[in-house]
């Protein structure tokens, strides 16, 4: 028997509802960011010697916005509703030259890529081989790094360097960001400690 026209109503009316329910109940998607509340900044006077921080080669696998973590048997697991609130990169250069600043006096530590008007006087170069969390909270940094001057001339010797935290609470991407951040911090003081030792 055919449908009335009130059946077909009826029906497009399900459908509709079914559709916005359906639409209501997604996953929402949650932004991290790389930050360290901690940090104090203060004014730099014109005589600072200026440590330009990059550029630092980063795995393709984690030039993108959402998360990735480490599974098993090599696989790497991208969780699309868990995304970094700025480019990973970005964010790296950011709180490398945060911290490194606040570590140490008369030099100013800037960012990759670089603003024209400062000149920087000893750079940081290098690539970061790993920087990622694994199933079980465990977070790694791998980097290979050292610091020239304007001549090219070696100030720190290249070197390899690990940097490992553990997330607080395994499976909670902010709790993963916030250990990203802790290796981060680990690695800005060894480049502080080892330059300030280099120039003294």
């Known amino acids: ?7 077909w109503r009826y ?19 949650r932004y991290y960011k790389l930050d360290s509340p901690d940090i104090v900044y203060e004014s730099d006077s014109e005589e600072s010697l200026v440590l330009g921080l990059g550029p630092l080669r980063i795995p393709d696998y984690l ?3 959402r998360i990735v973590v480490r599974g098993e048997n090599s696989e790497m697991l991208v969780d699309d509703f868990s ?3 700025e480019p990973l990169d970005d964010a790296i ?4 030259a945060a911290n490194v600043d606040s570590h140490l006096e008369g030099v100013m530590a800037v960012s990759f890529p670089y ?15 790993m920087f990622e969390s694994d199933k079980s909270g465990n977070t790694v940094l791998l980097v290979h790094w050292g610091i ?5 001339n070696p100030v720190v010797a290249p070197r390899r360097a690990r940097y490992q935290a553990q997330a607080a609470d395994v499976g909670d991407y902010g709790s993963i960001a916030t250990a990203m951040r802790i290796v981060l911090e680990q ?5 502080a400690e080892k330059f300030q030792a280099a120039i003294k």
């Open 11 to 29: 029906v497009s009316c399900i459908a509709v509802l079914i559709l916005v329910t359906s639409c209501g109940q997604s996953t929402p998607v």
């Open 115 to 129: 603003n024209s008007m400062i000149a920087h006087d000893y750079q940081l170069l290098g690539r970061i081989d």
């Open 187 to 191: 690695f800005s003081l060894d480049i």
């Open 93 to 96: 250069y950011r709180l490398l």
């Open 63 to 65: 030039d993108r916005n």
């Open 148 to 152: 020239i001057d304007t001549d090219g």
């Open 83 to 85: 995304r970094w609130a």
């Open 1 to 7: 028997m055919p449908m009335t026209i009130h059946a």
